[in-house]
């Protein structure tokens, strides 16, 4: 579980097919200045908002093993490039953020990344099946980023990004047109499913 609180802009640096007859792929990932001592192996980082397992470390980089079917259904794990890190919460850790579980639900299209001042207005176009858990003023994760949204017109969300934000994660790099990985806030998808049980019983 984690709080979409970015730690540290890191990078893959690396993808190397597995040979395991499955189209797995192993990433190195430089974490920057997440500060990876205390990460054992079988922890749990999320990158880009991707619950990903660590199986080796390295100095200052570790390495993560991707399924086709992750790969299939995210971004920004196919090719080299920046990403944002987080590992997991501790029981003792601020929620700075909200409950994010690092499962992306789909991948969204930017539709607008406009300056406003210092800030920027990011508009993005969620898949329409996860339009009924977007809600004005609610929680949506971004790449990994705990953000709120500002307004909500069917299957298209606003958000406003301060200083701090575009500063601390990949998301100033953003443009219209870019994709990026969506996660859904979990207290939508439980409602959803006890309301689903109890018309169904």
């Known amino acids: 579980m984690f709080s979409g609180i970015i730690a ?6 690396r993808i190397t097919p597995r040979d395991d007859g499955a ?15 205390d990460v054992e192996l079988g922890d749990s980082i999320a990158c880009g908002g991707v619950c990903l397992t660590v199986v080796d470390k390295q100095h200052n980089c570790f390495f993560v093993d991707v399924s086709p ?16 890190l987080e590992k997991a919460l501790r029981l003792a850790d601020r929620l700075g953020g909200h409950l994010v579980s690092g499962h992306v639900d789909g991948v969204g299209k930017v ?28 929680s949506i ?7 709120t949204t500002n ?3 069917g299957a298209t969300f606003t958000i406003n990004l301060i200083p701090h934000t575009l500063e601390a994660t990949t998301l100033g790099s953003l443009q219209a047109g870019s994709r990026v990985n969506l996660e859904i806030d979990l207290i939508a998808r439980y409602c959803e499913r006890i309301l689903n049980y109890q018309d169904s019983i």
């Not at 189209?23 to 001592?37: K, P, S, W, Y």
């Not at 079917?69 to 944002?84: D, F, H, K, M």
């Not at 539709?111 to 609610?138: M, V």
């Open 8 to 13: 540290a802009r890191g990078s893959v640096t």
């Open 23 to 37: 189209g797995t792929v192993r990433l190195t990932i430089d974490a920057g200045q997440l500060g990876i001592e």
């Open 69 to 84: 079917e992750s790969l299939a259904c995210t971004v920004g794990l196919a090719a080299p490039g920046p990403i944002n």
């Open 111 to 138: 539709l607008r990344f406009e300056a406003i001042g210092d800030n920027r207005l990011l508009e993005i176009q969620a898949p329409e099946s996860l339009a009924r858990y977007i809600a004005r003023k609610g």
């Open 141 to 147: 994760t971004v790449d990994g980023v705990s953000l």
């Open 151 to 153: 307004s909500v017109d």
